[in-house]
């Protein structure tokens, strides 16, 4: 069943889901954004336990769970459930049980975990998380000498190219032009939205991946209007996005009939979702975006004076028919 999120404007702790293809550069970067320069207090968390060195600089293999790290970092291990670990994070960043950590954001790294989904849904279906902290960003590294292979042996890696809000296409040293050129069509006809960044060695500016709020469609559209226009590409992929686009306003009943509808019937195989949306006789867009069948919905800005009115969303999934979902969306429209 879906479930709407709450939308409340609120101060919670930014979060960075960090992602990655094996060996792609996803360790690399995690060190690179612990010593960098970047005035950030970060709490990290990892989902293996045993030893986990950081820059040399942190060694995991006691039995307590959150460690101090002398570049004003914390590591903490999901040995236990996410949820209680960002409980706990939470808990002791306020100083509750007697434990003080001071930290303004949280990232984590999920080594061995190869669909994004289920940490995602975690920012959506519990409460306690929802009221603390807000998902920043899913960014995913590329190995851009190795992601062909990736993609077409694998759904793993298609998934987390799916999931994205940044790529990093990684080791862009190693792979020639028209490689990389060709590794970018691809992954943007998987993922049109998501921020494609060419790196060597996962060396990047920490602003283009912490605090940039690409999580939060309103944020993203504010960002970058045109967000949702696509190019044509084509490629034999089960993981592929759809476009869907409509000028005329839409009934918010049928569109909630419809959402509900396709949710039932295919809210697995649709990973993420976003867009906006023109209803019929509302003076504000209506954001909304998903994972699966979790989803959340909000009245965004006034439409302005002179702007073009036009709906549009975007779906990334496996297997999708798009003239299926077009012609649902074209059904949504008032009469």
Not at 32 to 48: D, F
Not at 110 to 117: E, F, K, Q, W
Not at 201 to 223: H, M, Q, R, V, Y
Not at 226 to 246: A, K, Q
Request: hydrophobic share 40%; proline share 2%.
């Amino acid at each position: 069943m879906a479930v709407e999120m709450n939308t409340v404007s609120r101060e919670r702790i930014p979060v960075t889901l960090l992602t990655g293809f094996l060996g792609a550069g996803k360790t690399t970067l995690l060190n690179h954004i612990l010593s960098a320069n970047h005035g950030h207090k970060i709490a990290v968390i990892v989902n293996e336990f045993g030893e986990v060195g950081v820059d040399n600089k942190l060694v995991v293999g006691a039995d307590e769970e959150i460690f101090e790290m002398n570049n004003g970092c914390i590591c903490c291990t999901v040995r236990g459930d996410l949820i209680r670990i960002l409980g706990e994070l939470r808990d002791a960043r306020i100083g509750k049980n007697g434990r003080k950590v001071d930290f303004d954001r949280v990232l984590i790294e999920t080594t061995g975990l190869a669909d994004p989904a289920p940490v995602i849904q975690t920012f959506y279906v519990d409460q306690e998380v929802d009221d603390a902290y807000s998902l920043d960003a899913v960014v995913t590294v590329v190995d851009a000498k190795h992601a062909e292979q990736h993609l077409d042996d694998g759904h793993e890696a298609q998934e987390q190219v799916a999931f994205a809000d940044v790529l990093l296409l990684n080791k862009i040293d190693l792979a020639s032009e028209d490689e990389v050129k060709s590794l970018e069509n691809r992954l943007r006809s998987m993922n049109p939205y998501a921020r494609i960044y060419r790196t060597e060695k996962s060396n990047i500016e920490t602003e283009k991946i912490l605090g940039i709020n690409a999580f939060d469609i309103s944020k993203k559209l504010e960002i970058d209007p045109g967000f949702l226009e696509e190019e044509d590409h084509e490629h034999d992929n089960s993981v592929t996005s759809i476009v869907l686009r409509e000028e005329k306003p839409l009934d918010l009943r049928k569109v909630e009939k419809w959402l509900f509808g396709w949710l039932t019937t295919h809210g697995a195989d649709v990973f993420r979702y976003k867009g906006f949306l023109y209803i019929n006789n509302v003076k504000q867009r209506v954001l909304i975006q998903g994972v699966h069948m979790l989803f959340e919905s909000a009245g965004d800005r006034p439409w302005k004076d002179g702007e073009e009115k036009i709906s549009e969303l975007v779906l990334i999934g496996r297997n999708l028919d798009s003239s299926w979902f077009q012609k649902g969306f074209e059904e949504c429209v008032a009469h």
